[in-house]
């Protein structure tokens, strides 16, 4: 049965924006106690690796605690900083957690050619055969939502248990005539402006109505808009130009179709960046397991700003 739909309970409300990347008000980040880490955790060695994908390029992964596995894969122009929040909850909660950081961002190698979706799709298959991972739970984030997408509409879902897509750019971003509701060109061709004039700058505006620190009564956090730029900063601004376009331009239809596991979706519906309408709300009628949770007022980053919601979600989920 295709597409469930549940609504989650704000944490604090928000405004709707209906114009993309316009100024937004955000949701309070509330932090749940977390259990001490076991102090004779097995695996703390495998706290910061490396492994060379199909072209040799050099990836950098964080891989902690045992159990179950679960994946997580970045958006633009992060890296698996990220998912601290959401590392450090469920790998204290007994689940093996494992983040990389996609070629030309964060710590990964800075490759002129390859930056393209297929390649960040064998990259992530690179990584779970190099790890051997089975029954794996993938999470992706905006990018990283359609990384996940392509990677099973490549890679099948042989190592795969489920998956979930936060704030996830599938089915496709670009507004054509057969996704009348997606966003313009000239939105993207700012974008790849921005990080051609001065990209740093770029980030730190981005930053504010990506976690909608623009909306009335916002609680701003200047350790995030930095978090944010510095993660951004970090990558290389070849590997951030060209992935514009594969979150923007590629279209993911055919790959939601493949999921053929159980997915969860979870996304804002004050999501400035990747709106809800064109995403999520179709990419849960297109994926024959998914349903569909919607946060209320919820920014695109919601991993950071509704943490502690995300975090029980995303328990809930691996443990159903």
Known sequence: MRGSLLTATPETSGRRCDAPFAIANSTRCSVLP???????QPDQERAMNYFNSTDGTEIFYKDW???TPVVFSHGWPLCADAWDAQMLFLGTRGYRVIAHDRRGHGRSGQTWDGNHMDQYADDLAALLNH???????????STGGGEVARYIGRHGTGR???????????????KTNDNPGGLPIDVFDGLRAGVVNN???????????????????????QGT????????????????????????????????????VPLLILHGDDDQIVPIDASARRSVEIAP?????????????MATINASAVNLDLLDFLQS
């Open 160 to 174: 795969v248990a489920k998956a979930v897509l936060i704030g996830a750019v599938p089915p496709i971003m670009l």
């Open 225 to 260: 808009i930095d978090a944010f730029q510095v993660q951004g900063l970090m990558g290389s601004i070849k590997g951030q130009f060209d992935c514009i376009r594969e979150f923007s331009e590629v279209d993911y239809t055919e790959d939601l179709k493949k999921i053929d």
């Open 65 to 67: 605690g045992t159990g």
């Open 34 to 40: 977390c259990p001490r880490l076991p102090s004779n």
């Open 289 to 301: 397991n998914a349903r569909l949770k919607i946060y209320p007022g919820g920014s695109h980053g």
């Open 199 to 221: 990209r740093s700058q770029l980030y730190k505006d981005l930053a504010v109505p990506f976690y909608n620190f623009n909306r009335p009564g916002a609680d701003v956090s």
């Open 131 to 141: 790890l051997d991972l089975r029954g794996a739970v993938l999470v992706g984030h």
